[in-house]
């Protein structure tokens, strides 16, 4: 019934920039905090970045003074804008939410498909 879609990865050098976006659709009562993970070959999946409704962040210190998260409310969208990036930092990028799907029930995880970013030169 919710589906999240990311969109924005690609293929850039090193220290250049990415804004990826996710838009949640479908019945929705509240979107608490969104966020996003990544997932490198070989590795565990890891969270990047998540920001709450009332707009606040935290992230993973290795992206610390390089990316960015924001949120819309209104469109029910959460980005990542991603500056000097760096070829550690290729991995697939998955957005995740905490959704309401109505006022009496309890939150649930939703997960996007996940969007390629690749770092290199």
């Known amino acids: 019934q919710v589906q999240l879609v990311e969109s924005g990865g690609g293929l850039v050098q090193p220290g250049g920039s990415l804004r990826l976006s996710c838009t949640a659709s479908?019945?929705?009562?509240?979107?608490?905090?969104m966020g996003w993970y990544r997932q490198a070959p070989g590795k565990q999946r890891e969270l990047v970045a998540a920001?709450?409704?009332?707009?606040?962040?935290n992230c993973v210190d290795s992206v610390k003074g390089r990316f960015t998260i924001s949120r819309d409310n209104a469109k029910n969208t959460v980005y990542l804008q991603m500056n000097s990036l760096k070829p550690e930092d290729t991995a697939v990028y998955i957005c995740?939410?905490?959704?309401?799907?109505?006022?009496?029930?309890?939150?649930?995880?939703?997960w996007g498909q996940g969007t390629q970013v690749t770092v290199s030169s």
């Open positions: 479908g019945s929705i009562f509240s979107i608490h905090t």
């Open positions: 920001i709450t409704s009332g707009g606040s962040t």
């Open positions: 995740n939410a905490a959704i309401q799907v109505a006022a009496t029930v309890y939150i649930n995880d939703y």
